[in-house]
């Protein structure tokens, strides 16, 4: 006769399995390939804008998140595209919550490690999300602003904290070690482990690794580059000195080799918003 706790264990037991086979079921790997289709758009939209800047066609616009969504609100059906790709990437953090309840694919993806991640992913896509759906609403305020004002907002803010000047330079280097890990990661083709790379045709892996790497590279440089720039404003106690994503792609104009390296830049970008949507149809789920 079975024990009434070994029924409830085993009712547990099913529930679990219920709701990881939900976890891993279609709907959400649709939600999620959806996701990375809306994030390829805005890496796209960003290295056009950059591009522009580059070459001296600046309209003010931003070269950034909030100059994506301007840019994209002015095509034929904008607001409908903001609805779509706020919900695509309210699908990716959707996605990554369930990463941290079930854990990723592959055989290392139930770690603490990796499910701290996948939640720290949730809260950016939800604030993503959020932000391109009050745009979409009419609070222009929400997603279009600068990043840059924000940014140096943010800073002056943490500097005035007791011991605040190193907060902002812990969180700088903490920007750098991502940015580094990011590029890193890419250059070492660590992505092969979270796509089916067998399934592909000789042609397409060769694209794969062609966007993978360089769009993986430039990302994490970007991200460096502003790390520093958080460092210099912490160390100077100036907030100006603090950079958003904006500001950060500017500066690559300002050095020796001119607009053309802030053009490599924005073309990187680019290809790693094609990468993202490589990741929609080959990611493991």
């Known amino acids: 006769m079975r024990l009434p706790s070994a029924r409830l264990t085993s009712a547990t037991v099913r529930g679990k399995g219920k709701a990881r086979r939900a976890a891993k079921g279609r709907g959400v790997a649709a939600v999620a390939r959806a996701g990375f289709i809306g994030r390829g758009v805005l890496y796209l939209l960003v290295g056009a804008l950059a591009l522009r800047i580059a070459f001296s066609d600046d309209d003010g616009r931003q070269a950034d998140r909030g100059g994506a969504l301007a840019e994209l609100a002015e095509k034929p059906f904008g607001n409908v595209l903001l609805w779509l790709l706020g919900c695509a990437l309210a699908g990716m953090a959707l996605w990554r919550l369930s990463e941290v309840f079930f854990g990723q694919a592959g055989p290392d993806g139930d770690t603490a490690g990796k499910r701290a991640l996948a ?63 990011i590029a890193g990661r890419a250059l070492l083709r660590k992505f092969h482990d979270r796509l089916r790379m067998s399934e592909m045709s000789r042609q397409v892996r060769r694209g794969t690794d062609i966007v993978g790497i360089t769009g993986g590279t430039t990302r994490g440089v970007v991200f460096a580059v502003a790390g520093g720039f958080a460092i210099a404003a912490a160390l100077r106690h100036k907030p100006g000195e603090a950079k958003g994503i904006d500001n950060t792609l500017r500066s690559f104009a300002d050095t020796a080799a001119g607009p053309w390296l802030l053009a490599l830049i924005a073309v990187g970008l680019a290809a790693f918003g094609l990468f993202s949507w490589m990741n929609a149809r080959w990611r493991k789920l």
């Open 119 to 181: 939640g720290g992913r949730c809260l950016f896509y939800s604030f993503v999300a959020y932000s391109i759906l009050a745009y979409a609403t009419g609070d222009k305020g929400s997603g279009s602003g600068s990043s840059d004002r924000q940014t140096q907002d943010a800073t002056a803010k943490v500097l005035d904290w007791p011991g605040g000047k190193w907060i902002v330079a812990v969180a700088g280097a903490g920007v750098i070690v991502a940015g580094l890990w």
